[in-house]
């Protein structure tokens, strides 16, 4: 590999061209070409590239009066130049040992300079903190603006292919989908807070440059104190937040779980330019090359993403009632109550509150200078990643091949089946009884004659809560365990898989009956009734179709 290009671009095999990773085929392909890279050739140019380059990074080259402060509370290594004399350690507040930097384990790979001068972050902190004064971060960083401190942190920069399996709240099926990490920055500093750091990326990864000890000279240096197996979880974790969006989006909740493991992961290891005011709870960090601004004040929040749901269809349920009912206000009121008892009883089996850190941020920045005078311009799509490295989701065929699928849900006729359904389901001894008195009428006879369709309002009452049941568990639950499936063909298109039944939802399957067991075997209406006992099962169907044709009986006369 040739040592003057940069390990934080994929070059093409063939040409030469910067090259991306095709999530589908799971491996590096060229835009220009068309070639294919692999993982471990990717890899094996960071080796390479590091051996070429290590030399002049080599302790016997850093200046002489280099010293590495080790602090024996958290553990921090931070490396000083002489004559920054310090007792405490800006990060926990312990008393500081003098030791000299002489590992090279610890010489990064490379390094972003920092660009924006310490009076400068002082500056735009501190104009940030007056416009957010009404809240408790703001009020935090003005009233210790000047504990800013700058450092170069310890980073890994990690690459590579990510996996996820991704189980839904409430429901069963586990889905397994692929991505990729593109130069994800992981700190490898175990304070200040990871999660606050991480907001004030994205970093310009094209101004970072081969490690030299000329760099730090006259600045603060933070060294890594964090084991390879933490390195690799805080990896896995930032992969989980760049899965979530599309995972969300695809299985249309925020209630989601994802366990993410990491495939051929290369990593380089760089120091990145970071300002920050630490003082109790808060923690405020700076981008010190970016101009970017993060802020905790170590407040929570709880939210109840789940309760939106049953409340929508509380509301829907609790109209439908009042005006089948007449407009009657008492039930408005009791048919409210019995509807957000059903929704949220069943909505809510096994759903959470979601508890998550407030972190106030600005928006992705980028810094640059007009005749000496420092410039931020601000944007969500600044620094956006170019690379398309939205995860893609995987299933196995009728041959048992893992193949890349896209996944819906909701079909047009799959809406309009399960609205048929439910009329069915409410109206079926009207139904009934309407085919019956066709056959029976005689010419010149009206078919409103013994015909009554109000008659049957004992089967219509447990036939809209069973259509609530069907509702609630077969549309908004049992939908998302029975997907449609296509299969993301080569050359771009899409072929439906599976059969029918593994995407019926009907009432009956809404029960189990029509759908496949543990096992794989599908589950007949005498298999569900042997599970709740012959006895109980006999009842259940005497009861049902008494009441059906009772109504149908009552329709009649």
Request: hydrophobic share 40%; proline share 5%; with cysteine.
């Amino acid at each position: 590999m040739n040592p003057e290009r940069t390990p934080l671009r994929i070059y093409c095999r063939n040409c030469g061209s910067p090259a991306g990773f095709d999530i589908i085929n799971q491996t590096y392909r060229c835009p220009s070409c068309g070639e294919f890279t692999g993982i471990q050739e990717v890899k094996e140019d960071v080796y390479q590239w590091r051996a070429l380059n290590r030399d002049r990074q080599l302790p016997e080259n850093a200046p002489a009066r280099e010293e590495e402060l080790s602090c024996p509370s958290c553990g921090a290594l931070v490396s000083f130049a002489e004559g920054e004399a310090s007792e405490t350690c800006d990060f926990c507040g312990s008393r500081l040992v003098r030791a000299e930097l002489s590992s090279n384990t610890q010489i990064p790979d490379m390094i972003i300079p920092f660009f924006i001068t310490r009076e400068e972050a002082r500056d735009r902190l501190l104009q940030w903190g007056k416009a957010h004064g009404n809240t408790p971060e703001g009020a935090g960083v003005v009233s210790n603006i000047d504990r800013i401190k700058g450092y170069y942190l310890p980073y890994r920069l990690v690459r590579g292919p990510v996996y996820g399996r991704v189980i839904r709240d409430g429901n069963k099926r586990a889905y397994e989908c692929a991505g990729y990490l593109e130069g994800s920055a992981v700190s490898t500093a175990a304070q200040p807070d990871n999660d606050v750091l991480d907001e004030v990326e994205p970093f310009d990864w094209s101004a970072a440059r081969p490690f030299e000890y000329g760099y730090i000279a006259g600045h603060s240096v933070r060294l890594p104190n964090m084991s390879d197996l933490n390195v690799e979880r805080l990896a896995r974790s930032e992969a989980e937040k760049d899965f979530l969006p599309e995972i969300e989006r695809v299985l249309q909740t925020t209630g989601v779980g994802v366990d993410v493991q990491a495939g051929e992961l290369s990593n380089i290891s760089v120091l990145l330019p970071i300002y920050f005011i630490k003082a109790d709870k808060l923690t405020a960090v700076l981008n010190g090359q970016t101009g970017r601004i993060a802020v905790s004040g170590g407040r929570r929040r709880k939210s109840f993403p789940w309760m939106i749901e049953p409340l929508i269809y509380t509301i829907l349920a609790t109209l439908a009632l009042w005006i089948l009912s007449g407009f009657s206000m008492e039930m408005l009121f009791y048919g409210g109550m019995v509807a957000a008892c059903i929704m949220f009883s069943v909505m809510g089996d096994g759903r959470t509150s979601l508890i998550r850190a407030i972190t106030l941020r600005t928006k992705a920045a980028r810094a640059a200078r007009q005749d000496g005078e420092l410039h931020i311009l601000e944007a969500d799509d600044i620094l956006k990643n170019p690379w398309d490295n939205t995860p893609v989701f995987y299933e196995k065929d009728e041959d048992g091949r893992i193949v890349p699928v896209r996944i819906k849900f909701y079909t047009l006729g799959r809406w309009l089946r399960m609205l048929i359904n439910i009329f069915i389901v409410i109206f079926l001894p009207g139904i009934i009884a309407a085919g019956i008195r066709l056959m029976e009428m005689s010419p010149g006879e009206s078919f409103a004659d013994g015909f009554r369709m109000e008659y049957g309002a004992a089967w219509y009452t447990v036939g809209v809560f069973i259509a609530l049941l069907y509702l609630i568990k077969g549309m908004r639950r049992d939908v998302y365990d029975h997907p449609y499936l296509y299969e993301i063909l080569p050359d771009g298109g899409k072929r439906l898989m599976g059969s029918r039944l593994d995407r019926k939802v009907s009432i009956l399957s809404m029960f189990g009956i029509g759908q496949r067991d543990s096992n794989g075997k599908r589950v007949t209406i005498f298999r569900m009734l042997k599970s709740i006992g012959f006895g109980s099962g006999a009842f259940l169907v005497i009861t049902v179709l008494g009441l059906l044709f009772g109504s149908v009986a009552a329709i009649l006369s």
